[in-house]
């Protein structure tokens, strides 16, 4: 289903409609939400972003990046920004990059049994145009770890050329901490 709705959020972004075709597509959008409805959950019963085995974790919101390869300490995937994250001029919004980082870092921070982890600072430094419709190659290192802190760095390649760069700290949460 979060395909499918993946599919229509880069749809509905592309379009210019006619009145009476959005009016239509409106009233179908609010059929499927009644459909839905029914079914909604308190947060820590949803399944969308709490499904690790589904791309994306089932969050609706993030860029889907499939992984390609990952060790430990180093994660290399691959990621296209469909038209829902257009910021302009074929370019990838520059707010969907940062959130595609502090997923895929958070995501590497977080595995091989590495305690729950959040993030306390996030740069971003956006080197070239990141395009939209295009496969790009992320690449994800945790470097090192200095008590309850992560540093971890990563990038995002247009073929050879770097469109942004990361870095990232994340705090090891205490016991009981929320
Ligand atoms: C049934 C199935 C369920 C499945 C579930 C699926 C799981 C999937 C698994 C995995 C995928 C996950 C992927 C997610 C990725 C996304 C992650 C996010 O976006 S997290 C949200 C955004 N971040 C926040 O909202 C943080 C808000 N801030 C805080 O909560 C606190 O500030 C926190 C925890 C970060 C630190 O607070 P303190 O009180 O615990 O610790 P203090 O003492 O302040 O800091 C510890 C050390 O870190 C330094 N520090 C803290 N913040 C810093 C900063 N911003 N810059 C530099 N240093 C900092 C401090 O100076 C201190 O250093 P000194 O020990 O003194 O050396």
Redesign the pocket.
């Known amino acids: 289903m979060l395909d499918a709705l993946r599919v229509l959020r880069d749809t509905a972004s592309g379009v210019d409609l006619p009145a009476d075709v959005a009016r239509n597509a409106s009233l179908d959008i609010e059929r499927l939400s009644g459909l839905l409805k029914p079914y909604l959950v308190a947060d820590t019963l949803q399944a969308a ?4 085995g589904i791309g994306g ?1 089932a969050h609706a919101l993030l860029p889907m990046v499939h992984v390609d390869e990952a060790d430990d300490n180093r994660l290399v995937g691959h990621v296209t920004f469909g038209r829902y994250y257009l910021g302009g001029f074929g370019a990838a919004h520059g707010g969907a990059i940062p959130l595609m980082f ?2 895929i ?3 590497l ?3 091989v049994g590495r305690p ?7 740069n971003v430094n956006f080197r070239a145009i990141t395009p939209i419709d295009v496969r790009l190659r992320v690449e994800v290192r945790h470097d090192r770890e ?4 992560r540093f971890l760095t990563a990038a995002l390649y247009d073929g050879e050329t770097v469109t942004a760069d990361a870095t990232a ?3 090891t ?2 016991p009981g ?1 929320r």
């Open positions: 972003g709490r499904t690790p974790r502090d997923e870092m958070g995501r921070s977080n595995a729950m982890a959040r993030t306390a600072y996030l200095e008590g309850r802190k700290l994340f705090i949460l205490k901490q």
